[in-house]
């Protein structure tokens, strides 16, 4: 080997990293505080809730790959970079997390979380219930979940309804920044592992800040649903990006006198069933949106659910279920933007059920 | 190739592309091989498919996902793949690759034809649990697989002394009981030597067998990075002079008086020139035609995708103009 060659796999480096501790470099990270008042991205709300969390307790700590050095591979706050190994990382938050920390365990995406999937169902979602509740497993896996653009077959699934179907788990997913910074919180403070499924095209979409959410100790409870506005005449249940796009439908169908109420999910387990019962027997008509596939998703456990409740009762037309198409998502762009539902799809789908012309 | 994709990304004209500058010596394993020899790539092994034969308008086609892309348009550019070239399809999360070619190695060995495979992957992705679980397995089978690993100094942007603390990846070659051999990556010479060596093992004594080549990933990770984030420029600068497989090639052809500056400077042009034509080609080029918008999902189209395509196909006859129905490749 050239000297130039081994030069590079000896770098001082090691020493830059032997004094490199998760506590170490809090110091000098900038610290996210939330005003009322401004405008806050749903990056800096997520910032804001892990420094203030970590601030607050001690046990807190970050890990994942390509994050000490990027400050998170999408520009959001972590300590400590790890080798590319998900699953060893994944074992290792886990582990850590049995031994009393707070480990906030961050993938690139969670497409790469697949690859530790075992660690987080098998032994962080069971691990209290098979050790008699000796064991918990206070910890958070965090990252971008769902398509981002034109990332193909392998970097758009969204894993809602796989984490969701886990006792054990408990399974959120923001919309805006109140909700990053809410439920990263509530996250971060539960004594149960939960997954906070981002969405890495709301990172940099701004939302004005309100004076609770400048509170540190300002915490959503999982578990429950947001009304995002409301209606008389149909429910949108729907969660993560397409909140936005129900939204917009929404504002389009009022001009036209139709009033949709929208429930922003928050929590995919527990999922707020009240909420939606309460929402369907008020307009008689449910239609849930989301991004992932059709079969076993978000929608059909919904739609399952309230078929068993009361609420079913009071159902004038079948649920509908808007979701994205059931083929693994394109590359082409305009195929991946029909793959996946928008304002349009919503708002027609909404007519169709409320047999509007 | 690599500079004219490189700048067609910057200027939007394809969504992504990731570069091979300062690993160029890699073609000298490819070389090594018998054609038919089943190649496993990571993503940064364009100059295997080259030495191939893959042709320029064949690499310009599946970056612009056109009607002559082979995988259809898709899948993201450079995850190139061929079928008649033996050269798996490339897939993005890492090392997957690694237990599939011992797969495919123990197949090939229960054939008997004497081919093996080869399996390329970066020193990061060798941190994976795949990586461990496709080298004890290959051992353990008997398997004919070639693992190479480019050890390029960084995984995106976690350099090799973060990535691992013990005497880089060749160490735990050994400690899977495999034939291994560290060569200096930026000669394409003792990279061909030890892949034809490494190949003679594998294939007449079913054994695997582990290169690490040591580079320097002169390129930025991808298009999606900018390494000035977290090494600097000199770094970069000074390895591109003092140890580039492309100068040292140069060099060792002009000392020998076999390569003269004027043929240097033609071929150069004649490349480029080759390059730009299939690029500019490959652009008005038509898509990949609507009717491969429902194939591949399964062997056979499932009822309601054949239903919604008659439904589909209905439209663009009604409509043609509106659907824009020229610039698709004649469906069938
Ligand atoms: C399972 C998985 N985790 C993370 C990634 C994201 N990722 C893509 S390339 C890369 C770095 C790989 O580095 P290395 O193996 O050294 O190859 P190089 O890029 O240096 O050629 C990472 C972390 C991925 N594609 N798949
Ligand atoms: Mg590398």
Same mark, same amino acid.
């Given at each position: 080997m050239s000297a130039a060659l081994k030069s590079l796999f000896k770098t001082p480096a090691a020493a830059r990293l032997a004094s490199r501790s998760p506590r170490a470099l809090f110091g000098s990270i900038r610290y996210n505080t939330t005003v009322a008042g401004e405008q806050i991205t749903v990056r800096e709300a997520l910032n804001a809730a892990i420094d203030e969390e970590m601030e607050r307790d001690e046990k807190v700590w970050l890990l994942g790959e390509e994050v000490a050095q990027y400050n998170?591979?999408?520009?959001?706050t972590a300590l400590f970079d790890t080798p590319i190994t998900e699953m060893g990382f994944a074992g290792i938050a886990v582990g850590a997390a049995f031994h009393g920390t707070k480990p906030i365990c961050e993938f690139m995406t969670f497409n790469f979380a697949m690859q530790a999937i075992d660690q987080v169902v098998n032994s962080g979602a069971k691990t209290y219930y098979m050790s008699g509740g000796s064991t918990s497993c206070p910890i958070v896996f965090r990252g971008p979940n769902g398509a981002a653009a034109g990332v193909g077959a392998q970097h758009s699934q969204d894993y809602a309804s796989w984490y969701g179907q886990i006792p054990g788990l408990k399974v959120v997913s923001p919309y805006d920044a109140e909700d990053a910074k809410g439920l990263m919180k509530a996250a971060i403070r539960d004594p149960n592992p939960v997954i906070v499924l981002e969405n890495e095209l709301m990172y940099g979409t701004s939302f004005p800040a309100t004076a609770e959410m400048a509170s540190k100790d300002f915490v959503i409870p999982l578990g429950k649903a947001k009304t995002m506005r409301e209606g008389t005449d149909l429910t949108i249940v729907t969660y993560s990006r397409p909140v936005a796009f129900a939204m917009e439908a929404a504002e389009l169908l009022a001009k036209e006198g139709i009033n949709v109420e929208v429930l922003?999910?928050?929590?995919?387990?527990?999922?707020?069933l009240d909420a939606i019962i309460k929402s369907v027997k008020k307009t008689n008509h449910l239609m849930t949106v989301e991004q992932g596939f059709p079969q076993f998703g978000v929608g059909s456990e919904v739609s399952a659910q309230i078929m068993e409740s009361e609420a079913f009762d009071y159902l004038d037309a079948p649920v509908c279920r808007v979701t994205?198409?059931?083929?693994?998502?394109?590359?082409?762009q305009n195929l991946e933007s029909l793959a996946l539902p928008d304002t349009e799809v919503i708002y027609k789908q909404v007519k169709r059920v409320l047999n509007i012309e | 190739m690599d500079s004219v994709l490189y700048e067609a990304q910057r200027q939007g004209r394809i969504s992504f592309y990731m570069t091979s500058f300062g690993e160029e010596a890699l073609i000298g394993s490819a070389a090594a091989l018998d054609p038919k020899d089943h190649v496993f790539g990571q993503y940064r092994e364009a100059g295997v498919l080259l030495q191939r034969g893959f042709t320029l308008e064949q690499f310009m086609n599946q970056c612009y996902s056109n009607e002559l892309d082979q995988g259809k348009?898709?899948?993201?550019?450079? +995850?190139y793949g061929s079928k008649e070239l033996h050269f798996q399809t490339i897939s993005?999360?890492?090392?997957?690759q690694i237990p599939q070619a011992s797969g495919a190695a123990y197949a090939m060995r229960r054939e008997g034809n004497k081919q093996c495979v080869v399996c390329y992957f970066g020193e990061g992705a060798a941190s994976e649990g795949d990586f461990h679980a496709g080298l004890n397995m290959a051992a353990t089978l008997g398997c004919p697989v070639i693992f190479y690993c480019r050890n390029n100094g960084y995984a995106i942007s976690t350099p090799s002394i973060e990535q691992y603390r013990g005497d880089g990846i060749a160490s735990r070659g050994i400690g899977y009981g495999i034939d291994t051999i560290r060569v200096d990556g930026n000669d394409i010479w003792a990279i061909y030597e030890a892949t034809k060596a490494a190949r003679k093992l594998a294939v007449e004594q079913n054994k695997p067998v582990l290169i690490e080549a040591m580079t320097y990933r002169?390129?930025? +990770?991808?298009?999606?990075?900018?390494?000035s984030a977290y090494r600097s420029k000199k770094e970069v600068e000074d390895w591109s002079k003092r140890d580039n497989p492309l100068a040292r090639m140069r060099a060792w052809l002009m000392n020998k008086g076999w390569w003269e500056k004027s043929e240097d400077v033609e071929v150069t042009k004649a490349a480029k020139a080759a390059v730009l034509k299939a690029f500019a080609d490959a652009e008005k080029l038509k898509k990949p035609a609507v009717s491969e918008m429902y194939t591949d999902v399964y062997d056979e189209m499932i009822p309601e995708l054949v239903r919604e395509k008659a439904e589909i196909d209905a439209l663009l006859k009604k409509y043609p103009d509106y659907y824009q129905v020229n610039d698709y490749a004649k469906s069938t």
């Amino acid at each position: 080997m050239s000297a130039a060659l081994k030069s590079l796999f000896k770098t001082p480096a090691a020493a830059r990293l032997a004094s490199r501790s998760p506590r170490a470099l809090f110091g000098s990270i900038r610290y996210n505080t939330t005003v009322a008042g401004e405008q806050i991205t749903v990056r800096e709300a997520l910032n804001a809730a892990i420094d203030e969390e970590m601030e607050r307790d001690e046990k807190v700590w970050l890990l994942g790959e390509e994050v000490a050095q990027y400050n998170g591979a999408y520009k959001v706050t972590a300590l400590f970079d790890t080798p590319i190994t998900e699953m060893g990382f994944a074992g290792i938050a886990v582990g850590a997390a049995f031994h009393g920390t707070k480990p906030i365990c961050e993938f690139m995406t969670f497409n790469f979380a697949m690859q530790a999937i075992d660690q987080v169902v098998n032994s962080g979602a069971k691990t209290y219930y098979m050790s008699g509740g000796s064991t918990s497993c206070p910890i958070v896996f965090r990252g971008p979940n769902g398509a981002a653009a034109g990332v193909g077959a392998q970097h758009s699934q969204d894993y809602a309804s796989w984490y969701g179907q886990i006792p054990g788990l408990k399974v959120v997913s923001p919309y805006d920044a109140e909700d990053a910074k809410g439920l990263m919180k509530a996250a971060i403070r539960d004594p149960n592992p939960v997954i906070v499924l981002e969405n890495e095209l709301m990172y940099g979409t701004s939302f004005p800040a309100t004076a609770e959410m400048a509170s540190k100790d300002f915490v959503i409870p999982l578990g429950k649903a947001k009304t995002m506005r409301e209606g008389t005449d149909l429910t949108i249940v729907t969660y993560s990006r397409p909140v936005a796009f129900a939204m917009e439908a929404a504002e389009l169908l009022a001009k036209e006198g139709i009033n949709v109420e929208v429930l922003n999910l928050r929590s995919i387990r527990p999922l707020d069933l009240d909420a939606i019962i309460k929402s369907v027997k008020k307009t008689n008509h449910l239609m849930t949106v989301e991004q992932g596939f059709p079969q076993f998703g978000v929608g059909s456990e919904v739609s399952a659910q309230i078929m068993e409740s009361e609420a079913f009762d009071y159902l004038d037309a079948p649920v509908c279920r808007v979701t994205g198409a059931d083929v693994p998502m394109p590359y082409a762009q305009n195929l991946e933007s029909l793959a996946l539902p928008d304002t349009e799809v919503i708002y027609k789908q909404v007519k169709r059920v409320l047999n509007i012309e | 190739m690599d500079s004219v994709l490189y700048e067609a990304q910057r200027q939007g004209r394809i969504s992504f592309y990731m570069t091979s500058f300062g690993e160029e010596a890699l073609i000298g394993s490819a070389a090594a091989l018998d054609p038919k020899d089943h190649v496993f790539g990571q993503y940064r092994e364009a100059g295997v498919l080259l030495q191939r034969g893959f042709t320029l308008e064949q690499f310009m086609n599946q970056c612009y996902s056109n009607e002559l892309d082979q995988g259809k348009g898709r899948q993201m550019p450079v +995850h190139y793949g061929s079928k008649e070239l033996h050269f798996q399809t490339i897939s993005s999360p890492l090392a997957t690759q690694i237990p599939q070619a011992s797969g495919a190695a123990y197949a090939m060995r229960r054939e008997g034809n004497k081919q093996c495979v080869v399996c390329y992957f970066g020193e990061g992705a060798a941190s994976e649990g795949d990586f461990h679980a496709g080298l004890n397995m290959a051992a353990t089978l008997g398997c004919p697989v070639i693992f190479y690993c480019r050890n390029n100094g960084y995984a995106i942007s976690t350099p090799s002394i973060e990535q691992y603390r013990g005497d880089g990846i060749a160490s735990r070659g050994i400690g899977y009981g495999i034939d291994t051999i560290r060569v200096d990556g930026n000669d394409i010479w003792a990279i061909y030597e030890a892949t034809k060596a490494a190949r003679k093992l594998a294939v007449e004594q079913n054994k695997p067998v582990l290169i690490e080549a040591m580079t320097y990933r002169v390129s930025h +990770h991808s298009t999606s990075d900018d390494s000035s984030a977290y090494r600097s420029k000199k770094e970069v600068e000074d390895w591109s002079k003092r140890d580039n497989p492309l100068a040292r090639m140069r060099a060792w052809l002009m000392n020998k008086g076999w390569w003269e500056k004027s043929e240097d400077v033609e071929v150069t042009k004649a490349a480029k020139a080759a390059v730009l034509k299939a690029f500019a080609d490959a652009e008005k080029l038509k898509k990949p035609a609507v009717s491969e918008m429902y194939t591949d999902v399964y062997d056979e189209m499932i009822p309601e995708l054949v239903r919604e395509k008659a439904e589909i196909d209905a439209l663009l006859k009604k409509y043609p103009d509106y659907y824009q129905v020229n610039d698709y490749a004649k469906s069938t």
